[in-house]
């Protein structure tokens, strides 16, 4: 008997890898999507031992898949990225990017992918306000927006840019600074692997659209990435991979 259900599946299979290919002329290599990231950003994008996890990285990999593409995932320090994606050392960063008038200036951003915000993480019976933050000394990742943010800050004492998140939350943890300003799911995910009771989570100093950066005019790329976001937010796959992470769906409202 002739398997038409098997026999259209196959044929919009093919029609899809085709349509995908064929679609992105600008890849640096045919076939792939070469991935630019940095993995020390739990739980959005980080190493469980040497497997690249977290959500970002399960929905760039989906995406990858729809377009039929392969994912390469390259790392480099969080700082680089965007300066190597106009190298064309990528074609796309997944870096859990805000969405800013100043990037936009030097590069093109997917739809966002989710939408969230810079907290302020202390010890237990640290600076939990804007105001607390007077004259303390605050940890942050250079290069972020919460730098960019906590600078407007008025009278803070001193700003700690650290290459990496983590080597900031080591600073908080290990007194060095008496606040860490990081993404809230960041923070929520540091304050469980901290000793109950060590870490609090205050105000929330801004709220962000965080996107994948493309190359300016690299509109091939991010309409397919675009088109794969946006099958993958209606058929339930989105929500199925953020509620994993964060038991919530963090899709901008
Ligand atoms: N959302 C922040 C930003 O856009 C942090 C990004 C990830 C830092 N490892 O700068």
Redesign the pocket.
Known sequence: MFKWKRAISLLSLGALGWAGAAAIPTLLTPGSLTIGT?P??AP??YLKGKTLTGFEVELMNEVARRLDLKPVWKYQP?DNLLIGLNQNRFDIVV????I?PE?LKAVDFSTPDYC?G?VILSRAGGPRTVADLRGKVVAV?V??????RLRAVPGVGEIRTLP??PEALQHLLSGRSDAFV??RF?ALAAQAKAPPGKLQLGSMLFQ?K?GFAVKKGNTAVTNAVDGALKSMMQDGTYEKISRKYFNTDIRCK
Do not use: A, K
């Open positions: 940095d020390t950003y959005f994008i969080f870096g859990s990017h805000g800013t990037r969230s810079g990742q290069g972020t927006t919460y730098y960019q990496g998140d990081t993404d960041v962000e965080i």
